[in-house]
T-cell receptor, first 114, second 112 residues
Framework: SAVISQKPSRDICQRGTSLTIQCQVDSQVTMMFWYRQQPGQSLTLIATANQGSEATYESGFVIDKFPISRPNLTFSTLTVSNMSPEDSSIYLC???????????FGQGTRLTVV | GESVGLHLPTLSVQEGDNSIINCAYSNSASDYFIWYKQESGKGPQFIIDIRSNMDKRQGQRVTVLLNKTVKHLSLQIAATQPGDSAVYFCAERGWNFNKFYFGSGTKLNVKP
């Protein structure tokens, strides 16, 4: 299975600032996704990161708040913009090596906004 | 997103007993299902998957059962161990949507 590295693993940020989270995979993968997991809750899909084009966002998530890049088949970034305490959450990168196969996850980025 | 829910938010079992975690899904078009285990401070870890052309699949100490008639999925863990303590999520995906939707999760507590 693909090895997924997320950076940073955790951060404490001031409200109004932005944080960019990186996801690096050790092999080329077909699909990359970003999820949010609020404390004590399940995973909610933010968007599908598309290589070389704009990400596909789920209902309730917008590009201005969560800009995503995916310049190649092994790397993606998620930015949490103009943060507020409500953005405090775990952000997870997920990949699928091929279409219609299992999804693997990074260890997550624990974000606290103060 | 699609509705994927669980019957029991918390399950406590004695070490050595069998555990059964249940999940209901709402989209009859879903054809691929995965169970994930998430330990504190870690990302979800793949446990076992099943496709809709099967009703049972076994792994090491784990079995997944799929009942398409009632849209129900279960994870059975045999001889539960303290290391099995975690939150378990089911996830579904359909042939017409290339992403997974997750259930609300069940926390499994294994008592020594």
């Amino acid at each position: 299975s693909a090895v997924i590295s997320q950076k940073p693993s955790r951060d404490i940020c001031q409200r109004g600032t932005s944080l960019t989270i990186q996801c690096q995979v050790d092999s080329q993968v077909t699909m990359m996704f970003w999820y949010r997991q609020q404390p004590g809750q399940s995973l909610t899909l933010i968007a599908t990161a598309n290589q070389g084009s704009e990400a596909t966002y789920e209902s309730g998530f917008v590009i201005d708040k969560f800009p995503i890049s995916r310049p190649n088949l092994t790397f993606s970034t998620l930015t949490v913009s103009n943060m507020s305490p409500e953005d405090s959450s775990i952000y997870l990168c997920s990949v699928e090596e091929n279409m219609n196969t299992e999804a693997f996850f990074g260890q997550g980025t624990r974000l606290t906004v103060v | 997103g699609e509705s994927v829910g669980l019957h029991l938010p918390t399950l406590s079992v004695q070490e050595g007993d069998n555990s059964i975690i249940n999940c209901a899904y709402s989209n009859s078009a879903s054809d691929y299902f995965i169970w994930y285990k998430q330990e504190s401070g870690k990302g979800p870890q793949f446990i076992i998957d099943i496709r809709s052309n099967m009703d049972k699949r076994q792994g090491q100490r784990v079995t997944v059962l799929l009942n398409k008639t009632v849209k129900h999925l279960s994870l059975q863990i045999a001889a539960t161990q303290p290391g099995d303590s975690a939150v378990y999520f089911c996830a579904e995906r359909g042939w017409n949507f290339n992403k997974f939707y997750f259930g609300s999760g069940t926390k499994l507590n294994v008592k020594p």
